[in-house]
């Protein structure tokens, strides 16, 4: 069965910056799509960007874009996002989620149990 | 963007079905077969349970089913029971290239 594993997350001041890591298992991981989904405390689910299998497709939300970079390596089946200019809206629990095929379409059939991160000084 | 318009709360009795509906555009619901439906559970991550407007995945009750009619999909639990109580949230494709959630409802079983 597949597994995702999120790490990176912690306490950042507002304008820093931090990169979030996905370790993936049980899956051919370079078959299919990747997301991730935050979800800021109390509220509901936000995509905030998803990568094709190959990597050869980016995507984002309009709050991230410019200030984030999705990545995946797939000889070590790990999916990436780095964020900068962090602000305190960017607090959240962030998801790593894996789609249904090689393209983002959003049916996310697995998902990590979340990094927790907070921005404030 | 703006979000996929759910309503804030749901409630039903055990045994009762219950509908949760989930409005969007042509751009998202309307105009492409990939809504999802997730349940979560307080602290838990979301869990899958429809996809492609009214397909299960494999271990998925058979008590949750989806539809869509124009620009709204709907999720249905037949046959409520008291580990249904949780929040439940849509998800569509959007024409942008991106993912669209709903605000979440909040499944009362009473």
């Known amino acids: 069965e597949a597994q995702l594993v999120e790490s990176g997350g912690g306490l950042v001041q507002p304008g820093g910056s931090l990169r979030l890591s996905c370790a993936a298992s049980?899956?051919?991981?370079?078959?299919?799509?990747m997301s991730w989904v935050r979800q800021s405390p109390g509220k509901g689910l936000e995509w905030v960007s998803g990568?094709?299998?190959?990597?050869?497709?980016?995507y984002y939300a309009d709050s991230v874009e410019g200030r984030s970079t999705i990545s995946r390596d797939n000889s070590k089946n790990t999916l990436y996002l780095h964020m900068s200019r962090l602000r305190a809206e960017d607090t959240a629990v962030y998801y790593c989620?894996?789609?249904?095929?090689?393209?983002?379409?959003?049916?996310?059939?697995?998902w990590g149990q979340g990094t927790l991160v907070t921005v404030s000084s | 963007q703006s979000a996929l318009t759910q309503p804030a709360s749901v409630s039903g009795s055990p045994g009762q079905s219950i509908t949760i509906s989930c409005t969007g555009s042509?751009?998202?619901?309307?105009?492409?077969?990939?809504v999802s439906w997730y349940q979560q559970h307080p602290d838990k991550a979301p869990k899958l349970l429809i996809y492609?407007?009214?397909n299960r995945p494999s271990g998925v009750s058979n008590r949750f089913s989806g539809s869509k009619s124009g620009n709204t999909a709907s999720l249905t639990i037949s046959g409520l029971q008291a580990e249904d109580e949780a929040d439940y949230y849509c998800?569509?494709?959007?024409?942008?290239?991106?993912?669209?959630f709903g605000g979440g409802t909040k499944l009362t079983v009473l």
């Open positions: 042509s751009s998202d619901v309307g105009g492409y077969n990939y």
């Open positions: 049980g899956f051919t991981f370079s078959n299919y799509a």
């Open positions: 989620v894996k789609d249904r095929s090689p393209n983002c379409r959003g049916r996310f059939d697995y």
């Open positions: 998800g569509s494709y959007t024409s942008s290239t991106t993912v669209l």
């Open positions: 990568i094709s299998g190959s990597g050869g497709g980016t």
């Open positions: 492609d407007v009214s």
